[in-house]
């Protein structure tokens, strides 16, 4: 049994940010390329395997989007990328939360969806210098096709499932 979560990948973030995480988080280190998350706690692994169909269809009912990641921003202790625009983050996660209620976002500890994309978890010095590192470096442009369930094993984090977002745009 491990714990799971959905999120998108963004690869293109991995040149920028990749250092800062396995260095100065408690996922990256274990194997979290950059990412957004859109809900984690997800179900136990052991209980995945039934939602996967459901999970695929939340998924597929979705647009692929672009999305662009320009400024740096902080919670307390953490510097993340704001991904724009933050609505289509915003509504995939609202989808999930819709579908699967018992498994809010960050186990309903904050009231307001906030897509990002974390850079570092350290003071403000080390946050500092990784905004400061950044700042030249931006924007960075994504196109979003797919989400992934990604479980937490003893080894690390590893990729599970990958669900296609299928919707076509009406021209």
Known sequence: MAATALVVLL????????????????????GMPPHV????????????????????RVFAA??????????TARFPGVLYLRPEPAEPFVAITEALVNTFPDFPPYAGE??????????AE??????????????????????????????DTPSGWRRHTAFPLERRKSV
């Open 122 to 151: 350290a003071d403000d010095e080390v946050l500092a210098a990784a905004e400061r590192e950044l700042e030249g470096q931006l924007p960075v442009q994504a196109r979003v096709e797919r989400a992934w369930l990604v479980e």
């Open 37 to 56: 998350t859109l809900i984690i706690p997800f179900a136990d692994s052991s209980e995945v395997g039934g939602l996967l169909e459901q999970l695929g």
């Open 11 to 30: 690869p293109e973030l991995e040149p920028l940010i990749g250092g800062w995480r396995r260095r100065y988080t408690a996922d990256g280190p274990r």
């Open 110 to 119: 904050f009231d307001e969806i906030v897509p990002h994309a974390t850079v």
């Open 62 to 71: 979705l647009a692929p989007f672009e999305t662009a990641l320009r400024e």
